[in-house]
């Protein structure tokens, strides 16, 4: 398995570009996040996903777009390109251990996009 | 929504001392509590979790108290390794249906001295 695939590892952008940050997971797992990360800040959940056609905002959603067409692939979206989302961008999976279980397997990171807006 | 506070924001040891995390949430519905490592320019890494049900877990030199009542909950490192030198991320679940989303806190630098 490759786990949690994130393409590109780098990217320059100028304000107002576009750009969509992909995500594909083949440990299908229903459950797909995507964080982002500044300096001295942690993690901050942007978008999530608990199956395919079901998606929900996080923390810090503003900027951002996601879909879920398929169980493998969670893309982020930015429109317009604003220097506050430089940051480094990690999506990951989880699943849910059991139709009883109330308790997500551990978070399966991806290797991250750093995305610097000029 | 949860809050989480990590501290110290650094720390440095000498290698064979001990290391302690701490952090501090608010929700107190929270059932889930794991630590990640990342090195720097890598993904973090689960290295130890905790559920509310349990107040301590030992993983070899990695352990991880958690006190409910008081809303904390804490990382050891034993024995340290200047190869355990990364930021290490404490968070905690959201309750009832968010339990699969996680709340991070700031992050620890450690640095392990030879």
């Known amino acids: 398995n490759a786990g949690v695939t994130q393409t590109p590892k780098f990217r320059i952008l100028k304000i107002g570009q576009s750009m969509t940050l992909q995500c594909t997971q083949d440990m299908n797992h229903n459950y797909m996040y995507w964080y982002r990360q500044d300096p001295g800040m942690g993690l901050k959940l942007i978008y999530y996903s608990v199956g395919a056609g079901i998606t929900d905002k996080g923390e810090v959603p503003n900027g951002y777009n996601v879909s879920r067409s398929t169980t493998e692939d969670f893309p982020l979206r930015l429109e317009l390109a604003a220097p506050s989302q430089t940051s480094v961008y990690f999506c990951?999976?989880?699943?849910?251990?059991?139709?009883?279980?109330?308790?997500?397997?551990?978070?399966?990171f991806g290797n991250g996009t750093r995305l610097t807006v000029t | 929504g949860e809050n989480v506070e990590q501290h110290p924001s650094t720390l440095s040891v000498q290698e064979g001392d001990s290391a302690v995390i701490k952090c501090t949430y608010s929700?107190?519905?929270?059932?889930?509590f794991p630590w990640y490592k990342q090195e720097l320019g890598k993904r973090p890494q689960l290295i130890i979790d905790?559920?509310?049900?349990?107040g301590e877990k030992k993983d070899q030199r990695i352990a991880v108290t958690l006190n409910k009542t008081a809303k904390h909950f804490s990382l050891h490192i034993t024995e340290t390794q200047p190869e355990d030198s990364a930021v290490y991320f404490c968070?905690?679940?959201?309750?009832?249906?968010?339990?699969?989303?996680?709340?991070f806190g700031k992050g620890t630098l450690l640095t392990v001295n030879p």
């Open positions: 929700d107190s519905a929270s059932n889930y």
């Open positions: 990951a999976s989880s699943y849910r251990r059991g139709p009883g279980s109330s308790y997500n397997s551990p978070l399966h």
């Open positions: 905790i559920r509310s049900n349990v």
């Open positions: 968070a905690a679940s959201g309750s009832g249906g968010s339990n699969y989303k996680l709340t």
